[in-house]
């Protein structure tokens, strides 16, 4: 069976290689190519903190697990849409060096942001949320 860590961080990888495609094409300046990128970028990390803000925190919170770490990931979420907006602004202005400052920063909030979660708070969502981990996989896939 799956577990939640295996699950989410094959959720981050697919969100990280279409924020590669994006980035890719907006310094060979194909800015089409970027656009269509950038859109599965920004759909794939909204479904992303979808599935955890609306599934897997609650869940964990519920069952008693850790309420702090579950405030900072939310608290990164909203730092991290408002540099996608910023993101989808550059696109928009074809502005490949603002987009490419920002892209730097997002990245370093999401590897920190993503080492946090795989190495800490999915393990311990795996063992709190043992008893129900199928069917909130279930319902995480549904998102």
């Not at 519920?62 to 907006?85: C, D, F, I, K, Y």
Request: proline share 3%; aromatic share 6%.
């Amino acid at each position: 069976m799956q577990t939640i860590a295996e699950f989410m961080s094959t959720d981050h990888r697919a969100c990280d290689e279409a924020f590669a495609n994006a980035e890719q094409a907006v310094l060979a300046s194909n800015w089409s190519d970027a656009e269509t990128a950038f859109n599965k970028f920004r759909t794939g990390l909204a479904r992303h903190f979808r599935i955890e803000e609306e599934q897997l925190f609650p869940a964990l919170v519920s069952a008693g697990g850790p309420g702090g770490p579950v405030q900072m990931m939310r608290m990164e979420h909203a730092q991290m849409n408002t540099l996608v907006e910023q993101m989808a602004t550059t696109l928009t202005n074809r502005d490949a060096q603002g987009y490419g400052g920002l892209s730097e920063t997002l990245l370093i909030v999401m590897q920190q942001h993503n080492l946090k979660e795989e190495q800490i708070l999915y393990p311990i969502a795996d063992n709190v949320l043992a008893a129900q981990r199928e069917a909130l996989l279930g319902r995480m896939q549904m998102v």
